[in-house]
């Protein structure tokens, strides 16, 4: 079946650093991928999409993109923000489902 | 614009108590879900609603059912809470128009003791 696979948090960054969010997805046909966020207390917002192969999708400085080959969708940001501290979640969706099948989430804390 | 609205906020229950979660959209979307988030699990898809007359079974929807009233609103119910039950629920709704990408409410924090 389908599935996503993120990297165990939390990762814990100081401010201006580079960071990496590993996610891999699992999926029979041509899966949308996404990144939705968290903040503390909210519910979750989309941050960037990508809807087929080589997609770059970018956002508030976060970017990642959709690699076939590799069945990836990594998430990067060249210099994070303590703004930035919360849960990333990894999510697919089917065209032919109305459903998106979520990763586990990666927390992120950004230290000043 | 409200997108997703959820009620309550927050809840105690005890175990073998009823109660319904309520959710409604105002983006004129078909399709409703409802989740459940629980630490180191991430989200899991409870009943989605595809469009409005119609319900299914997500991944874990044992111990609740849930309503399609209208297209605006689809809620959840607990029959007899349970302190598995414990969690932080969400519901989303999204449109054909809107790619998979689905729109969250803000959550219910529920606790059963």
């Known amino acids: 079946g389908n599935s996503v696979t993120q990297m165990e948090g939390p990762v814990t960054l100081s401010e201006e650093a580079f960071l990496t969010i590993n996610c891999t997805y699992t999926a029979t046909g041509y899966p949308s991928l996404f990144w939705y966020v968290q903040y503390p207390g909210e519910g979750l917002q989309l941050l960037l999409k990508?809807?087929?192969?080589?997609d770059k999708g970018s956002n508030k400085g976060f970017e990642a993109t959709y690699r076939k080959e590799t069945t990836s969708f990594h998430l990067e940001k060249g210099s994070v923000q303590v703004s930035d501290s919360a849960v990333y979640f990894c999510?697919?969706?089917?065209?032919?489902?109305?459903?998106?099948?979520f990763g586990s989430g990666t927390r992120l804390l950004v230290r000043p | 614009n409200a997108g997703v609205t959820q009620t309550p906020k927050f809840q105690v229950l005890k175990t073998g108590q009823s109660m319904t979660l309520q959710c409604a959209q105002d983006?004129?979307?078909?399709?409703m879900y409802w989740y459940r988030q629980d630490p180191g699990m991430g989200l899991r898809l409870i009943y989605y609603?595809?469009?409005?007359?119609?319900?299914d079974k997500g991944e874990v929807p044992n111990g609740y059912n849930v309503s399609r009233l209208n297209k605006r609103e689809f809620s959840l119910r607990l029959e007899s809470a349970a302190p598995s039950q414990t969690s932080v629920y969400f519901c989303?709704?999204?449109?054909?128009?809107?790619?998979?990408?689905?729109?969250f409410g803000q959550g219910t924090r529920l606790t059963v003791v």
């Open positions: 999510a697919l969706g089917m065209d032919s489902s109305y459903k998106l099948i």
């Open positions: 983006m004129n979307h078909n399709s």
């Open positions: 609603s595809a469009s409005e007359g119609t319900t």
């Open positions: 990508a809807t087929k192969a080589d």
């Open positions: 989303a709704s999204s449109s054909r128009d809107s790619g998979t990408e689905a729109f």
